[in-house]
């Protein structure tokens, strides 16, 4: 099993839509969960993060971590074209420990 | 403030050859961490860099090797190079972290080399 499982979509979806993205993951030890964003010839630029369970809200977008689940989601409301891009959800023990990525989900928004 | 940038942002290599990737952290940051991502999928670790030290190896053979120099830039060299070496490599920058939870010592990426292996 994968530490980190995320399904690659493709997902399309018309503007406008709440849009939902999710990883699981293994290791119960995991503390820090992040979302990267990564448009197409870029490098990921991180989105959201939260510390251990709960939600964090940042404008449209909104992370949810479920510890006793091993669940995280990233939801964006009120999808835009401009959030056409691959979204990688990455999860780690502690501040100094590398991070470990899921495969990446990637987000079409119609106009 | 200077983000991080890499180069070169393309090379093709073929298979035996070696490379030479380089890597500029931010301004402020001593630590820095490469990064491989192949085609669709996620970037996976291959070691970090902290003071001139290598702190930290993922799961990559020891023809994958790197440096880092007094004013915390890195090299990423790869010997021997194969087909599937074919990535994106990417390059983070961080500050250390004091172990507070609100600190996560957020990783601030270039934008990669992209190597292609013949």
């Known amino acids: 099993q994968k530490e980190v499982e995320q399904d690659p979509g493709p997902l399309s979806v018309p503007e406008g839509a709440i849009v939902s993205l999710n990883c699981t993951y293994s290791?119960?030890?995991?503390?820090?969960f992040m979302w990267y964003r990564q448009y197409s010839r870029k490098g990921p630029e991180l989105l959201m993060y939260?510390?251990?369970?709960g939600n964090k809200e940042d404008g449209r977008f909104t992370a949810q971590v479920d510890k006793s689940s091993k669940y995280i989601s990233l939801f964006i409301r009120d999808s835009q074209p401009s959030d056409s891009a691959t979204y990688l959800c990455?999860?780690?023990?502690?501040?100094?420990?590398?991070?470990?990525f899921g495969k990446g989900t990637r987000l079409s928004v119609i106009a | 403030e200077t983000g991080v940038t890499q180069s070169p942002t393309h090379l093709i290599k073929t298979r035996g050859q070696q490379v030479t990737l380089r890597c500029s952290s931010q301004s402020g940051h001593n630590t820095v961490s490469w990064y491989q991502q192949a085609l669709g999928q996620g970037p996976q670790f291959i070691f970090q860099y902290y003071r001139e030290e290598e702190n930290g190896r993922g799961n990559f053979p020891p023809r994958f090797s790197g440096l880092q120099f007094p004013n915390y830039s890195s090299e990423l060299n790869v010997n021997a190079l194969e087909l599937d070496d074919s990535a994106l490599y990417l390059c983070?920058?961080?500050?250390?972290?004091?172990?507070?939870?609100?600190?996560?010592?957020?990783?601030?990426f270039g934008e990669g080399s992209r190597l292609t292996v013949l």
């Open positions: 983070a920058s961080s500050s250390p972290t004091s172990g507070r939870p609100t600190n996560t010592g957020e990783l601030f």
């Open positions: 939260t510390y251990s369970s």
């Open positions: 990455a999860i780690r023990n502690s501040g100094n420990t590398p991070l470990v």
């Open positions: 290791n119960s030890a995991f503390q820090y």
